[in-house]
């Protein structure tokens, strides 16, 4: 398996990392274990920004190294608008997102609780979304129905 072909697959297990990271930080909150929380939503933070370096060193690669375009989808039928419906809402929210997970790290990490646990419900559900989401755009595009 070449370089390229390797970075969807890191990128996934990126992905699924921080949705794992992130499904323990709520578990963790909802039981008052603060110290294990902040481990987790932490550990989230860095392998999220782990994932869009890589992301955005795959897409360097293919289109400045290579000359190549984005990985086509070769699903048919009702599976493409469902792949392309969820490909548009994680892309879109995963744009918008980081700002606002900074903010709600500041927050908690500064001790000013209310205010982090305010944004925290609107944010995290965002955040997870797009984690989950990116594993299924990974499935769909690269095990199921695997891209050209």
């Given amino acids: 398996m070449d370089l390229l072909q390797i970075f969807p697959h890191i990128n996934a297990t990126l992905n699924a990392l921080s949705s794992v990271f992130l499904l323990s930080g709520f578990y963790f909150i909802m039981r008052r274990r603060i ?5 987790c939503m932490l550990s989230a933070s860095m ?7 890589m992301y955005l060193a795959h897409h360097a690669v293919r289109t400045y190294y290579f000359g190549l375009g984005p990985t086509k989808f ?18 879109i929210l995963a744009a918008m997102i ?6 709600t790290l500041r927050r908690g990490l500064k001790g000013r609780y209310e205010s982090h646990r305010k ?7 965002i955040w997870l979304y797009v984690s989950i989401t990116g594993v299924v ?3 769909l595009l690269y095990q199921i129905y695997p891209g050209r």
């Fill in 47 to 53: 392998v999220s920004a782990l994932f869009l370096i």
């Fill in 74 to 91: 070769t699903g048919e039928g009702i599976i493409r608008p469902i792949y392309f419906t969820i490909l548009t809402s994680h892309t």
């Fill in 35 to 39: 110290a294990a929380h902040r481990f």
């Fill in 98 to 103: 980081g700002p606002f997970v900074i903010v």
């Fill in 137 to 139: 755009v990974y499935l």
């Fill in 119 to 125: 944004l925290a419900r609107l944010v995290y559900p």
